[in-house]
């Protein structure tokens, strides 16, 4: 579990591939510096197990799921990445509950600046938007933000990717994160509330009656 605050904006290594799956290794200074075999670190909001230690550096197996619903299939040696170490008992809840299971992958489509800040907008995949509610949380490649406004067309209806949200950036996500830097077009992951999904889901498929008459 994360709570979507940063670490440390860290350097993706090499990727290799081993059939459908691979071995991915990051530059993470400070997350690497107390991380230990079977620890969970998010590296852009996926939550991946440690499998090797080297100094600054960390090492983790990807599976094809993994790839199949983020985008870390497209990192490049260089490219930052956004780290995060599992919350403990006692970790300050500065964000959201996030578990680094990521519900799909979106495209960053406007950025508009402001004085000290920025509104970004993304598009939705389909079926997320029942999720999303003006002022409630998301996680966007591992960072904990507060929904601005979403848009009223719900993509699980429609049948595309015609849904969108947006988000205000302050000057420390700027700063601190990948999200700062990237431009228009680039892809992000994304995870919806938790809670919201389970609520969802209650209400598709209400539990079953016990059968006991009053």
Known sequence: MFTGIIEERGEAGTLDWHGDSGVLTIHGPLVAADARHGDSIAVDGVCLTVVAVDGARFTVDVMKETFDRSAL??????????????????????????????????????????????QVRFSLPAGLGRY?????????????????????????????????????LIPTTL????????????????????????????????????GVRP
């Open 132 to 168: 999303l509610v003006e002022k409630g949380s998301i996680a966007v490649d591992g960072v904990s933000l507060t929904v601005m406004e979403v848009s009223d067309d719900e993509p699980a209806v429609t049948g595309d990717d015609a849904g969108w949200f947006s988000v205000g």
């Open 73 to 118: 299939g497209g990192l490049r040696p260089g490219d930052p990445v956004n780290l995060e170490r599992a919350a403990t008992l006692a970790t300050r809840l500065g964000g959201h509950l996030v578990q680094g299971h990521v519900d799909g992958v979106a495209t960053i489509v406007e950025r508009v600046p402001g004085d000290r800040w920025e």
């Open 175 to 210: 700063q601190l994160t990948t999200l700062g830097r990237k431009p228009v077009g680039s892809l992000v992951n994304l995870e919806v509330d938790v809670i919201a999904k389970y609520v969802a889901k209650q209400l598709r498929q209400p539990a079953p009656t016990s």
